[in-house]
């Protein structure tokens, strides 16, 4: 009995220790160049170099950091706003959007209504690159080329939100509801912004987040865009820092420094609206 | 304001006779409307930013710029035919890219999806320690933009720079992550490193959707905790997998900002290296519209094929597991 027994816990207390430690080197995987991240931000150009980046000389941190808004006239600034502004009012902009479209997918019935949603659903899977060149060359027919539109106007486009909007839209607003409004007498669209809007808030807070990581990940589109540095946002500008820093070195730890102070927004974004996303997730992955 | 009035006389009296064939007529009518008007911005936004450039790549693909003899005398656009098509398909330059961008797809999606599905089973077997520390941990990556993931990847890559390669050269072990063989895992790796996490999260979010009962029922008919992962949780969330390996494919498929990034400190890496980075050195690093064109809608071709050949086969699938 007690042979048996010690025979089941060892393999079971063995494979509890392997699961740890396939996590635990996951975690450790995902962890540690976001904290090289952080150590090398701190270090100065020498010490970058140096590879040794535990010593706690050399510190640098305050240094770098004002060096990062020195740099090229404080464009570092500039773009910081501008990739805020971009991703920001962008995905609040387009997530509304997006749900109100989804909503209308979930609650109304019209002619061809799959058929639209398929080619929604089929916008999903067309390549950004695909589109960059018609979309450059119609911006500069529109001589909207190398301004703050040509850039904000695209990434408003998120099919992958309209599917959101019809899923949560039927998770979140029972028709009940929609109806005893009716009766009530509320008009269709103050329904929509009174009633159901509430209720798809946890899903409009997960659209805006995916979108806000979308558009703060930007690049190709800009790339193609903007050639005035003023406009870039911090991607771009970085890709440019990064690609002067081969030839004069001083840019290596603006770079480092810059990239550490871009992840801060979607992480700070990610942590405040934790109760929303998650919740949304699931209802998304779920389905 | 007519419909508040329309609606309040007739509801207290609903019995006495259906509502007239009119009040419906009106009240489809308006919910029609209200519909259009939810719908119409985002239709706008998909008919200037999607449907127009789709159909302008294709038009452009079939016409050139065409210069007259010697390059006097203003440009024509004629139309060419299937000729970009065939000066795309006929670049090898391009075909290899398209080579290179399925050897990524090939090594990437199955790490991808297996690597994310293992980490979700593994934190849903209840027997990870501090499982929110380590969720947080491996959704981390997913804050860090794309860019910014290649440029952190790139410095742990460069010898002198980063402590990785530092510490493989003090146990005399030199690896070049740049190489011409190693280029490419070292763009998988960061692809990896950058969206595991956020598909772990995926996966875990299907896994907890998974009724208790069920996995229940399988330790009770004497099925250990990984044939239980394997095969009784897995398939439930087939759904999922799906899902994410259709995104990834997607997403691989457009594979150009780690290699765009990667080639200012690599030489192996050209300005062709994938069939993205190709669209962006014809259009506009060679100003050739009609084979950049092309190439998009070769590259939007193989994506749309190869993203219903990805649903087609998992329907398939689930269909002959239904019939069983």
């Not at chain 1, 929604?120 to 500069?140: D, E, H, I, N, R």
């Not at chain 1, 558009?215 to 903007?226: D, E, G, S, T």
């Not at chain 2, 077997?125 to 804050?143: E, K």
Request: glycine share 8%.
């Amino acid at each position: 009995m007690s042979a048996t027994g010690s025979t089941l816990v060892r393999p079971r207390l063995l494979g509890r220790a392997t699961v740890n430690a396939v996590v635990a080197i996951s975690v450790l995987y995902t962890l540690l160049p976001v904290l090289w991240l952080v150590l090398a931000a701190a270090k100065n150009r020498d010490a970058l170099f140096g590879s040794a980046l535990l010593s706690l000389t050399d510190f640098s941190f305050g240094q770098n950091l004002s060096d990062l808004f020195a740099m090229d006239g404080g464009l570092y600034g500039r773009w910081y706003v501008n990739s805020l502004l971009y991703a920001v009012l962008g995905a609040a902009v387009g997530a509304l959007v997006s749900v109100a479209c989804g909503y209308a997918f979930d609650k109304y019935r019209f002619r061809h209504k799959e058929k639209l949603f398929g080619l929604v659903l089929a916008a999903v899977m067309v390549p950004q690159t695909v589109l960059a060149l018609p979309l450059y060359l119609m911006a500069s027919e529109a001589g909207l080329v190398n301004t703050f539109w040509a850039v904000f106007v695209p990434v408003l486009f998120n099919p992958f939100g309209v599917y959101l909007g019809r899923v949560f839209s039927r998770g979140y607003v029972p028709d009940e509801v929609l109806e005893a409004a009716r009766i009530d007498g509320a008009g269709e669209l103050t329904l929509y912004a009174r009633v159901a809007l509430r209720m798809l808030g946890p899903g409009l807070v997960t659209v805006f987040l995916f979108q806000l990581t979308a558009i703060w990940n930007n690049f190709f589109l800009p790339m193609v865009m903007l050639s005035d540095q003023d406009l870039y946002p911090v991607s771009l500008g970085l890709y440019a820092w990064n690609s002067s820093a081969s030839v004069s070195p001083e840019y290596y730890p603006v770079v480092v420094m810059g990239s550490l102070l871009a992840v801060v927004p979607l992480i700070l974004a990610f942590v405040l609206l934790q109760r929303f996303w998650r919740s949304g997730l699931t209802a998304g992955a779920v389905k | 304001m007519t419909a508040t009035t329309e609606h309040t006389v007739r509801v207290p009296a609903p019995r006495t006779a259906a509502p007239s064939a009119r009040a419906r007529r009106t009240a489809r009518r308006r919910r029609l409307g209200a519909a259009g008007v939810l719908m119409a911005p985002f239709f706008l936004l998909l008919t200037t930013v999607f449907l127009i450039p789709v159909g302008t790549a294709a038009y452009l693909s079939f016409y050139s710029d065409d210069q007259p003899g010697l390059g006097f005398g203003p440009e024509r656009t004629v139309f060419v035919g299937l000729r970009s098509y065939a000066a795309v398909l006929t670049d090898p330059t391009f075909l290899g890219g398209l080579g290179t961008v399925a050897l990524y797809c090939l090594i990437y999606i199955p790490l991808m999806v297996a690597g994310a599905l293992l980490l979700a089973l593994l934190l849903d077997s209840g027997v990870v320690r501090l499982r929110s520390f380590a969720q947080l941990g491996l959704f981390l990556p997913h804050a860090v933009p794309g860019i910014i993931a290649a440029l952190i990847w790139l410095y742990l890559y460069t010898p002198g720079i980063s402590p990785v390669v530092d510490l493989f050269a003090r146990a005399d072990i030199t690896i070049d992550f740049l190489g011409v063989h190693t280029v490419l895992p070292s763009i998988v790796n960061i692809a990896l490193w950058s969206n595991l996490g956020y598909n772990m999260v995926v996966f875990y979010a299907a896994l907890q959707a998974v009724p208790r009962e069920v996995t229940e029922a399988a330790v009770v008919d004497g099925a250990g905790p990984v044939r239980t992962a394997l095969q009784v949780k897995t398939p439930l969330v087939r759904a999922s997998i799906v899902m994410v390996a259709l995104f990834t494919l997607i997403w691989a498929l457009q594979l150009f900002t780690e290699p765009m990034l990667l080639s200012q400190s690599s030489p192996v890496i050209n300005s062709r290296f994938s069939p993205s980075m190709y669209i962006y050195d014809a259009a506009f690093t060679r100003n050739n519209y009609s084979l950049a064109a092309a190439a998009s809608v070769v590259l939007l071709l193989c994506t749309v094929a190869l993203s219903y050949g990805v649903t087609r086969l998992t329907s398939r699938n689930s269909t002959a597991e239904e019939a069983r």
